[in-house]
């Protein structure tokens, strides 16, 4: 304040005093009425002056409350305008440095002095906002730092500068005053003619004269930048006697405090309602509090016992008396990035015992959280490093201290104590990577705290819970080992619906990107109780509520890891198998036809991996292992009925009695025909999709040898009797040709009866025939003969495999019939067929010509030149 500021005169200090005994005898000498205590020098009154009337003291205290020259706090709401103001200034303060500039280039230091404090006079305003004001003090720094090699030019032309430093104290107001102090302190301090920290300890004490905020923080600020570099540490030039580092130290800490205090006076001026203006004021000028503490850790001499005895503790006093949000907040963050992370790690316990202490409001979870991060950054930088985190316990100590700081903040949001811990289980995993116990400590902290919370619907908090639960499948690749922290699903269980289910994502995608292997059944059991969200609804989810395409996604990665479960013992892959199928039978019915297949496979792979083994890997009193594998398909296939899916059912039963074909089954491979008919007569009764069904069945069905003649004749006479009854004539015809390759198989011999692959053929067409009278009757036309040519193709592949009843004749006459169709004028042009029969053509032309055997058959076939 300003009554305080012009009370405070530096001469009757006694701190200055403790500099006259250095005074020498100089040539030449100054007398202080050179620059003169009257104020007329510099164009302004004192304001601390008692006017002599009422008039007079009434228009002072008009003055004061516009803010001109007293303690009062900036104005804001004021009409004038900031750059009119600043505009002022800067005007005025060039005008002076002219003239100061003049005085020095003519060595006039009474001039250089009277216009320099005049200059510096213009520093005094309280119109101004930091940000302009720093404008402003930045142009007074420029001519102060030429004034400062003035000083040093004048003192080799013999002037003393002991009487300088004494001169520049008579100057009419105090702000002028003290910069004018400090620039001479400066060459004073480099002159030698008395020791650094004399000086320092004079500047330091006589800088409390300012206490206006603004004002005093530029002015301290004025003071570390010109003594920064002058400080008597060890190994510089103005190193004192033993206890230099103390006066160094003493010097930084004491300029800090009271720029701490100045800075923080800032918040509480003014209305309230410019709160946030004031509060973005002073995080523009935090950096100017922040620089001390910058000095202080490039101070040489300040080892760790110092740091730890002196520094750090008068520093976190500082910090935790202000009291203040922005302060505690800004200054604990400075601690932590400026200072060498040793010392962190050496003085934890110190450093952590100040955060319970801060104030509710502090954002400790992101200042805490950089010291982990940097203590870990720290600890990954060398193994030799690893033992001193062990001797000071590290992790118990930040883990005592999280929960101080949680317990001193009983309103600490969710997401603060989440991120804290989140922060600590990296740590742990960076630092401890092969102590899971601590990782799941620090999950069972977090279950401790979320207690009682329900299911977080903090956007910021589940997200940060998704980060603590990633930090293990991270920094392990592997999750079997997250599968070894029993704390892990408990956290889980906090998260939303919709967050579980992104966790789970990222579960399996870490399993597909490591190729993770999860061998055992229970572990399986781990992991699908960690993924339930994806493989189950969670508190009835309704389906209309989910997008589509995620839906599809969600469980296409669920199919895929069911995939991935793989063991090569053969006992504990059905056990994986039966634990996967409780799971995934439980999920509702619109997730069957993902989950379904994959597990159906996984069931086939393993029964194709005994096949032909003779030791039975479930145990003597089990039944047979294929056939109990054969149960257990039977069951997940049938689930398929509560969706409905026939299509998807009916190719799984086909699959399955291919596979109990293969082992030579065939009552279980007749079951699974039996089932997939069943499927086919009463679920399917879309027309493509049977034509789609009978043509799975029929090549199936082919490929089947197991079955005795009787079994056989019953599944071949239903699947001829469905080929007949499709609705579409084109789709029964191309289904009872196909037939034919049920009676015919190269490798059965006793599944060769030509006669009924005659009949087949002679059926399809007829029905061929059918569907061109058909055709003409509604259209006019006969339509396209591509049916005849498909025949065609049929008789000509049983000729070639001996068929006898397939003769030349036979195809000859279809031959001819095709060709009588195409020159026909009510058949319908079809270039495909045209073409499909033309190259059919030229097969058999090929054939007669190939020689041998396969000739001397087709010899006799006569093929046109048409």
Request: proline fraction near 4%.
């Amino acid at each position: 304040m300003e009554t305080r500021e012009e009370a405070y005169h530096p001469m009757n200090s006694t701190s200055s005093a403790t500099l006259v005994h250095h005074k020498e005898k100089h040539p030449v000498a100054l007398d202080p009425s050179q620059i003169c205590c009257d104020t007329s020098l510099e164009g302004e009154t004192d304001p601390n002056r008692k006017p002599k009337n009422k008039k007079a003291r009434k228009k002072q205290v008009k003055e004061r409350e516009r803010g001109g020259d007293g303690e009062a706090t900036m104005m804001t709401g004021v009409a004038e305008d900031e750059d009119k103001w600043l505009a002022a200034g800067i005007a005025g303060l060039q005008q002076n440095a002219f003239y100061m500039h003049r005085a020095m280039d003519s060595n006039n230091l009474r001039d250089a002095l009277k216009y320099s404090a005049q200059m510096l006079s213009e520093l005094r305003t309280s119109k101004l906002s930091p940000h302009k004001y720093y404008e402003l003090y930045m142009r007074a720094f420029d001519e102060l730092r030429k004034l400062e090699m003035f000083f040093k030019e004048e003192t080799r032309r013999g002037c003393s500068i002991v009487d300088l430093y004494e001169l520049v104290q008579h100057a009419g107001n105090i702000l002028p005053r003290l910069y004018l102090l400090c620039t001479v302190g400066s060459v004073y301090i480099k002159s030698k003619e008395a020791p650094a920290k004399d000086i320092l300890k004079d500047l330091v004490e006589m800088c409390r004269g300012i206490q206006h905020p603004l004002r005093g923080l530029f002015l301290r600020s004025y003071l570390s930048q010109v003594s920064r570099d002058k400080l008597p540490d060890i190994g510089s030039e103005y190193e004192g006697d033993a206890d230099t580092i103390t006066d160094a130290m003493e010097f930084v800490l004491q300029n800090f405090t009271e720029m701490n205090k100045l800075w923080v006076r800032m918040q509480h001026q003014g209305p309230a309602r410019e709160k946030e203006k004031r509060e973005k004021e002073r995080s523009e000028l935090r950096d100017l509090v922040g620089k001390n503490l910058h000095v202080l850790s490039q101070i040489e001499g300040i080892d760790l016992d110092t740091y730890k005895d002196t520094v750090l503790p008068r520093i976190l006093e500082q910090v935790v008396n202000c009291k203040d949000e922005i302060a505690q907040y800004y200054l604990m963050d400075c601690i932590i990035q400026v200072f060498p992370d040793e010392y962190h790690l050496q003085t934890l316990e110190i450093l952590l015992g100040a955060f319970p202490q801060l104030q509710a409001s502090v954002d400790i979870k992101t200042v805490l959280s950089q010291l982990m991060e940097r203590l870990a950054s720290y600890a990954a930088l060398s193994s030799e490093v690893l033992p001193e985190f062990l001797q000071v316990e590290a992790f118990s100590k930040l883990n005592s201290a999280i929960g101080k700081v949680i317990e001193a903040q009983p309103d600490m949001p969710v997401v603060g104590a989440v991120t804290l811990y989140s922060s600590l289980l990296k740590f742990s995993l960076h630092v401890h990577p092969d102590r899971l116990d601590y990782a799941d400590q620090v999950l069972g902290s977090c279950v401790k705290q979320l207690s009682g919370k329900g299911k977080i619907e903090d956007s910021k908090a589940t997200k940060q819970i998704v980060a603590l639960l990633s930090a293990p499948l991270e920094k392990y690749n592997n999750v079997v080992t997250a599968l070894k922290l029993s704390n892990y699903p408990r956290v889980m269980e906090y998260l939303d619906n919709e967050t579980n289910k992104v966790m789970a994502t990222v579960i399996i995608q870490s399993i597909m990107k490591n190729n993770t292997c999860i061998s055992t059944a229970d572990k399986v059991e781990a992991l699908f109780e960690l993924i339930k969200g994806l493989i189950a609804d969670l508190d009835e989810t309704l389906h209309d509520e989910v997008d589509e395409d995620d839906f599809k996604e969600e469980q296409s990665s669920v199919a895929r890891l069911i995939q991935m479960l793989h063991n090569e013992d053969p006992e504990e892959m059905f056990k994986i198998i039966c634990a996967v199928k409780k799971h995934i039978l439980t999920g509702g019915p619109k997730r069957l036809s993902f989950t379904v297949p994959p597990l159906v496979f996984s069931s086939l792979k393993l029964v194709r991996q005994l096949q032909g083994q003779d030791e039975n890997p479930f145990g003597d009193e089990e039944s047979t292992s294929t056939k109990k594998i054969f149960q257990l398909l039977n069951q997940i296939v049938e689930a398929l009925s509560s969706i409905p899916a026939p299509d998807l059912a009916l190719r799984l039963y086909l699959q399955c009695a291919e596979a109990a074909n293969d082992c030579d089954l065939e009552p279980v491979a007749y079951e699974f025909f039996t089932q997939a008919y069943i499927i086919y007569e009463e679920e399917i009764s879309d027309s493509r999709a049977q034509v789609t069904a009978i043509h799975l069945i029929i090549g199936t069905l082919q490929r089947m040898h197991v079955f005795g003649v009787e079994n056989r004749d019953t599944l071949t006479h239903k699947a001829t009797g469905y080929s007949a009854k499709l609705l579409k004539k084109p789709d029964q015809c191309r289904a009872v040709y196909a037939c034919s390759h049920l009676f015919w198989v190269d490798d059965q011999d006793n599944t060769k009866d030509g006669e009924r692959v005659l009949l087949c053929l002679k059926r399809a067409l007829r029905i061929a025939n059918a569907a061109q009278q058909m055709s003409n009757a509604t259209r006019g036309s006969t339509g396209s003969v591509m049916l005849f040519v498909e025949i065609l193709n049929k008789y000509i592949y049983f000729f070639e495999k001996g068929n006898p009843q397939i003769t030349v004749a036979s195809i000859q006459s279809l031959m001819e019939l095709i060709t009588t169709e195409m020159q026909s004028d009510t058949t319908a042009q079809d270039p495909a067929a045209d073409a499909f029969f033309a190259s059919t053509l030229r097969y058999i032309q090929f054939q007669k010509q190939k020689g041998g055997a396969i000739s001397e058959k087709y010899g006799t076939i006569k093929v046109s030149d048409s």
